[in-house]
Nanobody, 124 residues
Framework: QVRLVESGGGSVQAGGTARLSCATS?????MAWFRQAPGLEREGVAT????????NYADSVQGRFTISLDSTELTLFLEMNNLKPEDTGMYFC????????????????????WGQGTQVTVSS
C-alpha cells in the first residue's frame, strides 16, 4: 500500500512564504501538488517527473511556487513564495506509476495515489 503524507501547512500572511512536504513510501513516475478551496473543484498546482525532474506549473502560481524532490526521491516539496489569499486551500500530494503518458498533467484523474492533505490559510 503506497502512502503519501503531507506536512507543513498553516496560517501565513499575504506576501509570506510556506514550504510543504510530502513523504511517500514508494517511487512514482510523476508527482504533483493539487489544492482545493471550499466549494471549488480540486485544481492542479505543479507537477514533477521523478527522473529528469521536468516540471509544470499552473499559470496562477508560475514564478511564485517551486516543486522539487529530494535525492532519495521519497520526499516531495512545494516552496510557496509571495502567497496570496487566493492560495488558501487544502493542499494534496499525488503520484502515479503510469509512465505511458507524459508527466505534466494538472488533471486530478491522472493520479492514482493521494495524501490526506494539509491546510494552508493566507490572510490579507
Amino acid at each position: 500500500q503506497v502512502r503519501l503524507v503531507e506536512s507543513g501547512g498553516g496560517s501565513v500572511q499575504a506576501g509570506g512564504t510556506a514550504r510543504l512536504s510530502c513523504a511517500t513510501s514508494g517511487y512514482h513516475y510523476c508527482m504533483a501538488w493539487f489544492r482545493q478551496a471550499p466549494g471549488l473543484e480540486r485544481e492542479g498546482v505543479a507537477t514533477l517527473q521523478t527522473r529528469g525532474r521536468s516540471t509544470n506549473y499552473a499559470d496562477s502560481v508560475q514564478g511564485r511556487f517551486t516543486i522539487s524532490l529530494d535525492s532519495t526521491e521519497l520526499t516531495l516539496f512545494l516552496e510557496m513564495n509571495n502567497l496570496k489569499p487566493e492560495d488558501t486551500g487544502m493542499y494534496f500530494c499525488a503520484g502515479t506509476y503510469d509512465s505511458s503518458q507524459r508527466c505534466g498533467s494538472l488533471n486530478q484523474y491522472s493520479y492514482q495515489y493521494w495524501g490526506q492533505g494539509t491546510q494552508v490559510t493566507v490572510s490579507s
